[in-house]
C-alpha cells in the first residue's frame, strides 16, 4: 500500500528513471525469446569451441548459456538504437523561431 502512495507522488529528482513504455517493454520480452532461440541454436548449429580456446571445456549448456546472454545484450542495444533514432527523446529546453531562450518544457 505504501508503494501505490509513494508512486503517485511527482517526482523531485528529474533525472531519475521513467517508466518504460508499453512498446520497450513488449520489445523486451521479444528480444529474450530470439535470445533463448539463439542462444539454443547456435551451439548445436556450429561449433564455438572452436572460435575460443577457453570454450573447450565448457558443456553444451554452458555454451548456451553464455551465448544467449551475450545475444541478448546485442539485442538489447541494437533495439535501444533503433528506438533513439525512430523516437528522440523532446528537448527540456525551449527556443522560439527567433533563438530565444523561452524555459524549461513542463512535463
Known amino acids: 500500500m505504501g508503494f501505490r502512495i509513494e508512486s503517485g507522488r511527482p517526482r523531485r529528482d528529474k533525472s531519475a528513471s521513467r517508466k518504460a513504455s508499453g512498446i520497450g517493454m513488449i520489445l523486451i520480452f521479444i ?4 535470445s533463448v532461440a539463439l542462444g539454443w541454436w547456435i551451439p548445436l548449429n556450429y561449433d564455438v569451441r572452436g572460435y575460443l580456446p577457453f570454450t573447450s571445456t565448457w558443456s553444451t549448456r554452458a555454451i548456451q548459456l ?3 546472454v551475450v545475444a541478448f545484450i546485442l539485442l ?15 528537448p527540456e529546453d525551449q527556443y522560439d523561431q527567433d533563438g530565444l531562450y523561452i524555459g524549461k518544457r513542463e512535463k
Do not use: A, D, M, R
Request: hydrophobic share 60%.
Open 66 to 68: 553464455v551465448t544467449g
Open 31 to 34: 528480444v529474450l525469446g530470439v
Open 76 to 90: 538489447q542495444f541494437i533495439i535501444v538504437l533503433i528506438q533513439g533514432l525512430l523516437f528522440p527523446p523532446q
